[in-house]
């Protein structure tokens, strides 16, 4: 199955030069969103096409938009490596924009193991204000969200070799991401 290829980041300079910046911006992202929701529904359908013969009839994929702490948790205590965590920060969530794929089994309601992160990120005009001298805009910034992110997600995957993540990013945003 093809999936067609959709222009999803808009220039900065067009969204400097738009008096309402800021609705362009987010109409964009919904449709970045909506892209990147489609492409993990297209995963799971082809997980579940290729891997139908390799997995018993125990296992399913499943879609969630966020992570919770204790999902963290319980991941990490699976491989068995560390077995006591300060619980006070268990009301935060990491809500990646494209969300997460699990491996679930239906008879082991805690057997649950991450299959694909993603996250897609639009820049704002932030880098273009900076080289004019002007303040940055109150706005989130996507380097710092993705970053965040990014962060608790590689804090999860720390005893493994390879960390289900994918980003899909503007230009800007991977030049500021390598500075990290």
């Not at 057997?111 to 989130?140: A, C, H, M």
């Not at 995957?157 to 289900?164: D, I, L, Q, V, Y």
Request: one cysteine or more; aromatic letters at 10%.
């Amino acid at each position: 199955m093809m999936i067609k290829r959709r222009k999803l980041f808009l220039n900065t300079n067009q969204l400097r030069k738009n008096k309402s910046q800021h609705k362009p911006k987010n109409v964009k992202s919904k449709t970045d969103d909506k892209a990147v929701y489609e492409a993990m529904s297209l995963c799971i359908e082809y997980l579940e096409t290729k891997l139908k013969s390799l997995m018993s009839s125990d296992y399913y994929f499943e879609f969630k938009k966020e992570i919770s702490f204790l999902d963290r948790i319980d991941f990490i205590k699976s491989s068995k490596l560390r077995k006591e965590f300060d619980e006070k920060y268990v009301k935060y969530k990491i809500r990646p924009d494209g969300g997460i794929i699990w491996l679930m089994k239906n008879s082991d309601q805690k057997y649950k193991r991450p299959v694909l992160i993603s996250e897609v990120k639009r820049q704002g005009t932030n880098d273009q204000r900076e080289k004019e001298g002007k303040k940055k805009q109150s706005q989130g910034n996507a380097v710092e969200r993705l970053a965040k992110n990014l962060t608790g997600i590689r804090a999860m995957f720390n005893h493994s070799n390879m960390t289900p993540f994918i980003c899909f990013a503007g230009v800007v945003i991977l030049n500021q991401v390598a500075q990290f």
